[in-house]
């Protein structure tokens, strides 16, 4: 049986917070109206197993990539057959251009890398769901100027802080 180490249970601790998981209401809305492999950039305490589920559910595959050492530990628990999680310890190293994804989250660190994994994302995801979108943390993020450009279709998600968008062009958001 797998023992989680204790700097993880503390870590465990400091992230089990509410505003870590703003992103969840949209990110569910938007599995269960797509369809096809999803992608998980940056894992963690909400999203990592509630997108294993999910997709588990539904039998779609998960590619999770993360670059910190804890939080892949932590999740490793989650790998099956129907999900696959990655160690990178550079973001151009996740090969995440191999396929049309249905879904794809983009909420990893470091924060400022983002924009790059959406500019990669831009034309091989149906829905890029994007994670601290709020316009006074744009200095931090540059998703205003840099990255919601290069899509046709937004939604802003902003029922709860840190906000969520999500991004497509190939698919009309406004039924969400």
């Not at 870590?20 to 269960?32: A, D, E, F, N």
């Not at 559910?57 to 050492?69: A, F, H, P």
């Not at 497509?168 to 969400?176: E, G, Q």
């Amino acid at each position: 049986m797998y023992t989680i180490p204790d700097k993880i249970k503390l870590m465990i601790n400091f992230l089990y917070t509410p505003i870590y998981s703003s992103h969840l209401p949209i990110l569910i809305k938007v599995l269960q109206i797509s369809e096809g492999p999803v992608l998980e950039l940056g894992s963690g305490v909400f999203s990592t197993p509630v997108m294993h589920w999910l997709c588990l559910d539904t039998k779609r595959s998960l590619v999770t990539y993360e670059n910190d050492k804890e939080h892949f530990e932590m999740n490793k628990v989650f790998e099956t057959s129907t999900h696959e999680i990655n160690f990178v310890n550079d973001w151009e190293d996740a090969k995440i251009e191999v396929i049309h994804w249905g879904v794809a989250l983009v909420d990893h660190e470091p924060r400022e890398r983002r924009v790059a994994e959406i500019k990669r994302l831009s034309q091989i995801a149906d829905y890029v769901v994007v994670h601290d979108t709020e316009p006074d943390h744009d200095h931090i993020f540059k998703y205003i100027d840099n990255a919601f450009p290069l899509f046709k279709y937004r939604y802003n998600y902003k029922r709860r802080r840190p906000y969520t968008t999500v991004l497509s062009n190939f698919k009309d958001l406004s039924n969400i």
